[in-house]
């Protein structure tokens, strides 16, 4: 469907279809007492708004409706925003899990898309401007008909485990006895696998064996994919990388548990559920690890 121009039109112009507006970064989000959603506005009053607003599509409703997004600069917020209206930071939404799954999905695919065309108006290969084009899919370049396509960049998040002992680090951004899992994003030629590996002894001086892959999550700012993987060491002394990290330690499956549980002995915290860190220590170590 994203590339039938009649169909796409047809859309646009349906009263039925609606978009999400970002402005700059932050979606307009509707506010009533203690409940939030998102605040779908029609295609008709984009279009009012900007005549030249570029729609990317999302979506399809479960009756139908196309779901777009679009962007616009700080000037044209007033005609979005208001009393009940207001623009709020998606990493705040995420972490809060204020909204359900399916609107932070959608308001991920939005931003992910929407910061890759905001920084890709020029064409890399000739320096002219490109159009959007493949309903916001792709970006074409007039002049010597080169095609950009939207940018995912792969990261691996990896639980490093030693029989029920499991390794977890500290950024220099955390908090104090707040621990996440390892992570880094993967080098031009190299596996998962060889990822992880390298991440872990960079970071750790721990050496990683055999890796199995897990489970992943879309990570939108601006635009990742977070690979988490259950990797298995081969050595226990921690050499951390002071650049890197803060700290690193082992914890055991018990002391895993409890943070999972929040009521760990010393206070030592994980990100937040709706994170991919926290969701791989509780599917993998849901029951005894294996």
Not at 115 to 129: D, E, L
Not at 161 to 173: A, K, S
Request: a negative charge; charged letters at 20%.
């Amino acid at each position: 469907l994203r590339g039938n121009l009649k169909w796409l039109k047809q859309q646009i112009q349906s009263p039925q279809s609606k978009v999400i507006v970002f402005v700059k970064d932050r979606p307009a989000i509707a506010i009533n007492g203690e409940v939030l959603e998102i605040s779908f506005v029609k295609t008709s009053e984009v279009l009012q708004s900007c005549k030249q607003a570029e729609l990317v599509f999302l979506h399809l409703t479960k009756t139908s409706e196309a779901v777009f997004a679009v962007q616009f600069e700080e000037e044209l917020q007033d005609k979005f925003v208001n009393n009940h209206v207001k623009l709020i930071d998606l990493r705040s939404l995420a972490m809060q899990a204020i909204l359900p799954p399916q609107d932070l999905g959608a308001l991920a695919q939005a931003r992910s898309l929407l910061s890759w065309h905001a920084s890709h108006r020029f064409c890399a290969n000739c320096g002219n401007k490109t159009k959007l084009a493949d309903s916001g899919y792709r970006r074409d370049c007039p002049d010597c008909k080169c095609q950009h396509f939207p940018r995912v960049d792969p990261v691996v998040i990896m639980l490093v485990q030693h029989g029920e002992n499991f390794l977890m680090g500290r950024g220099h951004n955390f908090e104090e006895n707040h621990f996440s899992a390892l992570a880094g994003f993967l080098e031009p030629g190299e596996t998962i696998e060889a990822a992880t590996r390298r991440e872990t002894f960079e970071e750790t001086g721990i050496k990683v064996g055999e890796v199995t892959y897990l489970l992943s999550q879309p990570w939108p700012f601006p635009s990742t994919l977070m690979i988490g993987v259950i990797a298995q060491a081969l050595t226990t002394e921690i050499q951390p990388d002071p650049v890197e990290i803060a700290e690193a330690k082992w914890f055991s499956f018990n002391e895993i548990r409890q943070m999972l549980a929040n009521n760990h002995p010393s206070g030592t915290t994980l990100p937040p559920p709706m994170s991919i860190a926290y969701q791989m220590m509780q599917k993998y170590l849901g029951d005894e690890p294996g």
